[in-house]
């Protein structure tokens, strides 16, 4: 099956820097999501992105499909920020369930 | 809009007792729905996924099982709980049509003792 894999694993910031989360994807893919896991353990969706970028604040998510990776910007970091980034992408199929990366641990400190 | 709703949030059951998880979502008709779990660490594995109702498919082997008896209900279930079914259990949703986005429940913290 596809392969997912997200870089950095552990992150740590001080409050106001700006960093960059990578996800790389070993096959062809129509879709791709990243999300925010809380400290409460939710999933909050940020990006639904094939392809192309998008912004929504701070955040902003940008899908090179052709290149098999995608990359997650956090600007202006805050402490709110931290937590699990996960990337996730599709198995193929009618179901299209969601295969995700082991996630990149982010602590912005204040 | 659809929602999704996840219960209970925790969960402290003994081992061997049985399990039943549920989970519900609305404004939206023939979704297709997965269990994911999240053991102790990061990653989040596919337990079960389901196109219909009573049309259950199973990633991997294990002491879970779940039923789909409701286009929108989805029930993740054991019968006698191990150690190792401890974790946060993850309940989602997407239409089945389209390359739509999938979206979670809140989840379910479940501490076998």
């Known amino acids: 099956g596809i392969q997912v894999e997200q870089s950095p694993p552990d992150l740590i910031l001080q409050e106001g820097a700006n960093s960059t989360l990578r996800c790389n994807f070993s096959d062809s893919v129509n879709n791709l999501q990243w999300f925010h896991q809380n400290p409460w353990g939710q999933l909050i969706n940020l990006f639904y992105?094939?392809?192309g970028t998008k912004q929504n604040g701070r955040l902003s998510a940008t899908t090179v499909a052709t290149e098999r990776y995608s990359l997650l910007y956090i600007s202006s970091s805050q402490t709110t920020d931290s937590g699990v980034y996960f990337c996730?992408?599709?198995?193929?199929?009618?179901?299209?369930?969601?295969?995700f990366g082991s996630g990149t641990q982010l602590t912005v400190l204040p | 809009s659809q929602t999704i709703h996840q219960w209970p949030a925790t969960l402290v059951q003994p081992v061997g007792s049985p399990l039943s998880l549920e989970c519900t979502v609305e404004g939206t008709s023939n979704p297709n729905l997965y269990w994911y779990r999240q053991a102790a660490g990061r990653g989040l594995q596919l337990l079960f996924y389901?196109?219909?109702?009573?049309?259950i498919s199973s990633e991997v082997p294990q002491n879970l099982s779940a039923s789909r008896p409701q286009d929108r209900q989805f029930i993740l279930s054991s019968k006698k709980l191990l150690l190792s079914d401890s974790g946060f259990y993850l309940c989602a949703w997407r239409q089945r049509q389209g390359g739509t986005e999938a979206f979670f429940g809140q989840g379910t913290r479940l501490t076998v003792v």
């Open positions: 389901s196109v219909g109702i009573g049309q």
């Open positions: 992105i094939p392809s």
């Open positions: 996730a992408v599709p198995v193929r199929g009618s179901a299209r369930q969601l295969t």
